[in-house]
């Protein structure tokens, strides 16, 4: 497997990564390859694409990287970043192959840029801190279509459901979808890409599906009660509830909402924008976040 530095810039460009994000992982680049360490991530990324993106092999190769950090002398999310996008190289050859649309693939690698936004949030630096994410995309079997991500994965509720008179029943197939942090989530936006997906997956996977799934922070049952009216309120409301879950931490998501600041205790977290102010509000008078699982059956 090649990459040069040319394509890796591309990939960069293809996303509209900031000059600055483009800049550091191009300077950690040349310092690995000046000092010989270049040859280790490209085999690295090897490894990740011999397995398809496998995510137990990502993650050890995620685990190994990141523990090069203070041999190579470069940040350990700079160092992930790099290893993935030589794998997205991989993935562009394959997709090729496949004959599967390049819109697609330039809408799923998009997913880099988000999350080394918010990489860059979070730790300061324009890298890669959820590598495993990737397993999906490597294997290609999830997808950027439009304003979100899909995949094909069974339904998680552990009893027959009824949703606006279709069945579903524990283990059929639904069109599961991922929220990336790509900006507002217009509801024309969504209806957009919730079409995209029922004819993506009826074109490229023999079967007609129109059932979508999430699990997700955003349709907690407590959260939804509390958000303020608004897109995020609207795209909650799609769903049939079917199952709920809190964690012992009281809101785990809370870097989605609150940044580098997410740990502070619940009456020092900015309350900037509406979602902030109802979530600490709620934190602050002893309320837990976690997520919820529902679905909802696409009105055509």
Known sequence: MTETKEQMTDLMATIQLPEEGIRQLLDAREQLEKEGHWDVIVQTAEQVMTADGELSVLTKTLEETEGREETFGVNRYLLDALMLFCCWEEVKVRYEKQGLPMDVFDKSLEDMKWKMLECYE?????????????????????????????????????????????????????INMHIPSAGPMKPELLDDAFARAEVFFKEHFPKDYTVFGVESWLIDPDLV??????????????????????????????????????????????????????????????????????IFVRKK
Not at 142 to 160: C, S
Not at 231 to 252: C, G, Q, W
Not at 266 to 289: F, N, S, V
């Open 225 to 294: 009660r509390i958000l303020p009216e608004g897109n995020m309120k609207a795209y909650a409301d799609r769903f049939h509830l079917v199952a709920a879950e809190k964690s012992e931490t009281i809101f785990p998501d809370g870097w989605r909402v609150f940044g580098a600041e997410w740990k502070k205790k619940p009456e020092e977290l900015p309350r900037k924008t509406g979602l902030q102010r109802a979530i600490a509000d709620y934190l602050q008078q002893g309320g837990k976040l976690g997520s919820g699982y529902g």
């Open 122 to 174: 979070i730790h300061g630096v324009y890298g890669n801190f959820v590598g495993h994410w990737y397993d999906g995309f490597f294997n290609l079997t999830r997808f950027g279509l439009g304003r979100l991500q899909f995949e094909l994965r069974p339904f998680e509720g552990k009893e027959d459901c009824e949703v606006d008179g279709v069945q579903i029943h524990p283990g059929d197939t639904v």
